[in-house]
């Protein structure tokens, strides 16, 4: 299954691959699926249950859940696609002068818990619900509807580690972008 993120207005930007996702071993699951399955939904199914989840394991980590970090997080889940960071900023109500520097902070604490992915090329953030286990995400961008799904390629992940280890370094960290035209568009 791939998880389908609503279209979010695209640049002309060209192919690439970045390699950065978090690394999230030892997390709990959010939701139940198959670890052998090459296409398992990515976004946190029911959103007050991930953000209970989401404390839980920044407590274990011995790290606390800011009210901001709480509410970013909340934002994320309640968007249907990729956020940008300014976008994000606007609507945090409630939180008094927050500025940039607040929102980057907070986004770079989600990202390295697992919480929140980057799509590099659009610059943009989404909620992952895979907290269970280390994985690469793997974003499918259509340039033509400009829709953005995230699938679960494990056998991905498992090539691109023994590739990177063969080479003698050790990843941390993989997303993989990749530009082109949906099944809808294709159709």
Do not use: W
């Not at 695209?10 to 090459?38: E, F, Q």
């Not at 920044?58 to 800011?66: A, F, W």
């Amino acid at each position: 299954m791939i998880c389908r993120h609503r279209p979010v207005p695209l640049a002309v930007i060209p192919l690439h691959i970045r390699l950065k996702t978090p690394d999230i071993r030892g997390m709990a699951h959010s939701h139940a699926h198959d670890h052998g399955s090459a296409n398992t939904p990515c976004a946190p199914q029911d959103a007050d249950a991930f953000l209970a989840e989401a404390e839980a394991l920044v407590v274990r980590k011995g790290q606390r859940m800011t009210r901001i970090r709480r509410k970013v997080l909340r934002l994320l889940l309640e968007n249907d696609g990729p956020a940008k960071a300014y976008d994000l900023l606007a609507n945090l109500d409630g939180e008094g002068a927050a500025k940039p520097p607040t929102i980057y902070r907070a986004l770079d604490f989600l990202q390295e818990t697992g919480l929140v992915h980057k799509i590099e090329s659009l610059n943009a953030y989404v909620a992952c619900g895979h907290t269970s286990h280390n994985h690469s995400a793997v974003f499918l961008i259509c340039e033509i509807c400009q829709n953005a799904e995230e699938l679960h390629a494990v056998a991905t992940s498992q090539a691109l580690r023994q590739e990177t280890e063969a080479a003698g370094f050790q990843m941390t960290r993989a997303v993989i972008e990749v530009r082109g035209r949906c099944r809808r568009c294709n159709a």
